[in-house]
Every structure is written in C-alpha cells, then in structure tokens.
C-alpha cells in the first residue's frame, strides 16, 4: 500500500478515535450545564485550521496538525494553559464551579467513550458477521524469522494445545489475551508425536517489532481452476490437483506456491502434484488427496510474468457461527474486556521491565503503517484495529499523569478529598510539568518510530 493510502487510513482513524473521546468530555460537560468553547479534532497550534464554525456559545473546528484534539471546557486548566479565567469569581457555567463528583464525570467520559466505540465494533461486526471459528485441523504455515518459527514451531504442525489447555479453534489459540500470561506454551502435533514449545519471555516486543505474528492456517494448495491455454494447462495440470513440492522442494502452501512461481518467470519449474478423481458435484477433500492421489511431476514454464494460470482453491475449515443480539451484545463486551485485561498486562510487562520500551510502543508512524496494512485487508480488519487502538487510547489516558485525563482525575479527586480547591499555581505547574513530559515522551517515541521502522 503506498504513502497516501496509509496516510488517508491513519488519518481517518485518528480523526474517529479523537472524536469519540471528545465527544464523551463534551457531552459529559454540556450534561452538567459547564459552557464549552472549544471543539477541535487536531490541533490548531498558531491558529492553523482547515475549518471552523461558531454555533452557539462553542467554536467547532478541524486543526492542521491531525494527532489528538481538544474540547476547551469553561474554567478548566487544559493543554492550552489558558490562564484568563482566573482573573474572576467562579461563574456557575464553568468546569472549578462545579461539585467535584461532576467535574470527575466530565474527566472520565472521554476513557468512557472511547471504550464504548470498541464495544460498539465488536458487538456490531458479530451481530452483521457472526464468530468465526477456523478448526485447528488446518495445520500452521509459519513465516520464516518469525516468533512462532524462532520457538520451534514449523509449517504442518496442528495446534493441540495452549497452556496445556486443549483448543478446538485458531481463535482459541491465537486469543490476544494469552500473549500476556507469564508463561506461554504452545503443544503441537508433529508427526504423530505431541511436542510442547515455550514462547519467549519478552513475546509481546518481538510481536510488536515484527509487526505481525507470522502465524496463521496454511491455504493448502489445490488448485480450483486451470485457465485455457496457459502454461498449467498446456503442460496437463488438472483442476483439483494439490501441488506438494516445486523442483523437489515440499510446499504446504499457497504462499510458497506463488513466492515460488512469481520469481521463477520464464524458468522451467518441476511441479509434483496429486490427483484424486472428483465425485461429480462434490470437492474432494485435500486429505484424501494426499492420502490416495496419483503423483505426477510436471515441467512447467512460467510466464514472463511469473504466471502459469492456475487459481486457488478455498481449503480452510471454517464457519460462522450466527448471533442474536444478545449473544452479540454478550461476545462484544467480552472481547472488549479481554482485549482492555490484555493491555493493561501489556503495559504493565513495559513497566516491569518484563518487554522492551522501545520495541513495544508505537508512536504515529507505526500506527499509520498498521492502519494501512489492516485498512490492506478488509474493513473487518480496519475496524478490529480501530476497535484495539480506541482501548489503547482509552488505557493510556486513564494512566494517573499530569496532563492526561488520568492526571486531571486525580488533582480533582484529591480537591474533593481535601474538600477545597488546590492552589492555582501548584496546578498550573503539575500541568505544565505534565506537557512538558508528554511532548517529551513524543517526541522520542516518534524518533523512535522513525529509527526503528
């Protein structure tokens, strides 16, 4: 995918997630009569705005600079360090003047909100869609330097067990939640023989260096149709043949197959594949053609480029499992929940020392590269990542430091506590101290991003 998609999708994530968040301090503040502003998705630093309209008492806009916004809250202590309130009583219409359990209500809607939007992903993609559940009956293909194959595990081997628990599914068994567990072992089945694999402590860095898990079932390669006149099928290739190896080397699949033959243009290949005579209006099970098809070996030329005509067949066991509302509404909170636990123990494997900083975090180059790569392969996936991101969000900005909605709470729980207002210098130096230490943290992390892609 080139730049300007990745960079339209990363933009159009940010600009949803930011404006659930916003929304949940602005409806919360207008709840309560507070008198708001300011809304802006992105920032409007040295007042650049690609637009802004004035409707009522609040200015509405969309700032230049697309990686956060604001809602500018009456009598608030904010990220625009506006002091000019504090020159006048407290007025009934603004954020100080209000009782502290409000003020906190206000805080918290933006972490509220973004919440709910992964809730609302999740419920709506089972309720249109359904569960998936792909068997783990369809082996593993493990791409080479990856995390799964670095442990051991290696393309054909069928997944028994996680953490000693058996598994019917590849849902079950690459469940995010597992990934934090202190401990991580994965039994599979080899030859017959059950082999049991340790993951590596620091799994979560080396996941989120590599981007990608590099696991996932293997698309064995039956071949659906052979297109007329094409090399396959000037050299005899049949429909329904499943290609086990190319110049001698076994292939398990259709990832191999194409690497194979997208780089081999205008070379002889020898493709060995077996046939099982099909029962008419009926496929024939990939099993049962390797366990009795005739092998045949085949020269076959690759077109200049890098085709033979041949096109794949669907072989994954998989099913949609359809729900009801409730059960929708049910699995959607659950994956919420799940994936929040997953992160909180995310951060806290950071924090311990457990997984590497600097491999583990992402700042908005990696995010774009992501929203890119999922936007890439389908809207279910695009709206899973928005789903994952707006719980981050969420995570992040409930952590208790200064500047972040986490900071605020607690300054504002503290005054309750106390039961009196903290001094407006002390605040305005926890705030300022609290930008200073984000902006500086950004900065870094995007260095990072930068050095590190």
Do not use: C
């Amino acid at each position: 995918m080139d730049i300007l998609n990745t960079t339209f999708f990363f933009i159009v994530a940010i600009f949803i997630l930011v404006t659930a968040h916003e929304l949940g301090h602005y409806l919360t503040a207008k709840l309560f009569g507070m008198r708001v502003d300011k809304f802006y998705i992105g920032f409007d630093f040295f007042n650049m705005r690609l637009w802004k309209k004035k409707i009522g008492e609040t200015e509405y806009g969309i700032g230049v600079f697309p990686l956060g916004g604001y809602v500018k809250i009456a009598g608030m202590i904010d990220e625009s360090l506006d002091t000019a309130h504090q020159a006048s009583e407290p007025q009934e219409w603004e954020f100080r003047a209000k009782p502290v359990w409000q003020r906190l209500i206000v805080l918290a809607g933006g972490v509220v909100m973004n919440m709910l939007l992964a809730a609302v992903i999740f419920v709506g993609v089972t309720l249109a869609f359904g569960e998936s559940r792909t068997t783990v009956d369809n082996p593993a293909y493990i791409e080479q330097g990856s995390v799964f194959g670095v442990m051991g595990m290696k393309t054909g081997d069928r997944i028994a067990a996680v953490n000693g628990k058996e598994v019917s599914s590849w849902e079950e068994a690459l469940d995010p939640a597992t990934f934090t567990e202190t401990s991580l072992t994965y039994t599979v089945l080899r030859d017959g023989r059950r082999i049991k694999l340790r993951a590596p402590d620091n799994l979560i860095s080396l996941l989120n260096e590599n981007q990608a898990l590099g696991i996932r079932p293997a698309m064995i390669p039956v071949i659906d149709d052979v297109l007329a006149s094409e090399p396959a099928a000037k050299a005899g290739i049949k429909p329904g043949a499943l290609i086990t190896a190319i110049d001698g080397k076994a292939v398990s699949d259709w990832t191999e197959v194409v690497s194979i033959i997208s780089a081999s243009a205008g070379k002889p290949l020898a493709i060995t594949w077996k046939y099982l005579e099909q029962t008419p209006g009926k496929l024939t099970d990939p099993a049962a053609i390797i366990a009795s098809g005739s092998t045949t070996i085949t020269e076959v030329v690759p077109s200049a480029t890098g085709k033979i005509g041949i096109a794949l067949r669907q072989t994954l066991q998989t099913e949609r499992i359809n729900l009801n509302v409730f059960e929708s509404i049910a699995s959607g909170t659950s994956q919420t929940w799940k994936m929040s636990v997953m992160t909180v123990q995310g951060f806290a494997r950071i924090f311990t020392g457990q997984d590497d900083f600097r491999k583990s975090l992402g700042g908005p180059v990696k995010i774009a590269k992501i929203a890119g790569r999922s936007a890439e392969q389908g809207p279910i996936s695009f709206l899973y990542f928005l789903a994952v991101l707006s719980i981050s969000l969420a995570i992040i900005n409930i952590l208790p430091i200064p500047a972040l909605d986490g900071g605020q709470f607690v300054m504002n729980a503290v005054e309750g506590i106390i039961g009196r207002e903290l001094p407006f210098e002390v605040k305005m130096r926890i705030q300022q101290i609290g930008m200073a230490l984000l902006l500086t943290l950004f900065a870094y992390i995007l260095l990072n991003d930068i050095l590190n892609p």
